[in-house]
């Protein structure tokens, strides 16, 4: 899916604001067109004339936002007689080449999920594939029969040791939850590595986040930047984040807005924290009445705010 760009200032612009907001309408509607068929900025005239009107026409030509055929802009390319182009819509825009290129390296990255995951499910869970199990039936033991010997023995695929059913609180547990798609492996003091093995790793399809190709910018650290100032850890909230919606296990339809909307309110609630009220020191060594319910009430904050975070970072309060 491509998307048309406008600022975070476009409002504001002097063109929009002297346009008016019909014809900023017709222009919002105009690049939409142009950015979902990728005609990189140029527009079909009759699509122009069917969309808006030509006092909105006429408007956003005067004030530069759209060129019809013999512009005097050195920056944008002549349309067809009786075409129309976006002002400098390759400035802000990705071209046809760029968006076509993003789908196929998306359509990749899918179906190298979708491989990965069909392997998993084929593949035998302890790398044994006995004869009983092949043949789809077993013989059925005496001691089975009489009860004396567990259901299910160490020989049986699946059974050597622990299973993932096996849990602290034994068979009735809740199975364990999926392993993340990176290897971000624990050293102990001793040197020896106590993380996962990649193979251990790829017996986990991955998750939307990682199949959708997820990552950070530098546009979009420079936003954080730009908007909340350096005392925000933004590496930090990222991996907060995708440590999340990996454990959710959920698609949304566009990660760096919701990564942007995580960030904000990261922000919110570093910002509350900072602006809190610090107790009063009253002599005698109790505290007056106003400032016991001030207590309570940031200590139930601080319960909100913990608990707010461990709901986001996918676990249980």
């Given amino acids: ?10 409002d504001t612009h002097p063109k929009v604001r002297k346009a008016g907001n019909a014809a900023v309408g017709l222009f919002v509607r105009l690049g939409v067109h142009a950015t979902r068929h990728l005609t990189e900025g140029h527009l079909d005239g009759d ?12 408007k956003l030509i005067a004030v530069g936002m759209l060129h019809g055929t ?11 007689d009786g075409d129309f182009f976006i002002h400098d819509y390759l400035d802000y825009n990705k071209s046809r080449a760029q968006i076509e290129a993003a789908r196929e390296a998306a359509r ?6 979708r491989d990965t995951s069909r392997s998993n499910r084929n ?10 199990n092949r043949n789809g039936f077993d013989t059925e033991s005496s001691s089975n029969r009489d009860g004396n010997d567990p259901l299910f023995d160490d020989t049986f695929a699946g059974q050597d040791g622990l299973s993932r059913r096996d849990t602290h609180e034994g068979a009735t547990g ?67 984040f995708v440590d999340h919606f990996r454990a959710q296990n959920v698609r949304r339809p566009n990660w760096p807005t919701e990564w942007q909307k995580w960030i904000r309110r990261s922000a919110k609630y570093a910002s509350e924290r900072a602006t809190r009220p610090p107790l009063r020191a009253v002599s005698g060594g109790y ?31």
Avoid at 108 to 113: A, D, S, T
Avoid at 123 to 132: E, F, K, L, T, Y
Avoid at 185 to 211: C, E, F, Q, W, Y
Wanted: proline share 11%; net charge negative.
């Fill in 47 to 58: 699509i122009v004339r069917q969309y808006g009107t030509e006092p909105n026409v006429r």
């Fill in 174 to 240: 809740v199975p364990s939850p999926p392993l993340p798609s990176h290897n971000y492996d624990v050293v102990d003091l001793g040197g020896r590595s106590t993380g996962s093995s990649p193979a251990d790793l790829d017996a986990a399809a991955p998750s939307p986040i990682d199949i959708d190709g997820f990552e950070l910018t530098d546009a979009m650290r420079a936003w954080s930047l730009r908007t909340f100032g350096p005392g925000l850890d933004i590496d930090y909230e990222t991996a907060q």
């Fill in 1 to 10: 899916m491509a998307w048309f760009a406008l600022d975070d200032g476009f």
């Fill in 70 to 80: 013999g512009h005097t802009c050195p920056r944008c390319p002549q349309p067809a």
């Fill in 108 to 113: 990749k990255r899918q179906q190298k999920g």
């Fill in 123 to 132: 593949r035998p869970r302890n790398g044994v594939d006995s004869a009983p």
């Fill in 287 to 317: 505290p007056t009445r106003e400032d016991a319910a001030l207590a309570k009430r940031n200590a139930a904050r601080d319960y909100l705010d913990e608990l707010t975070e461990q709901l986001r970072a996918g676990g249980q309060p």
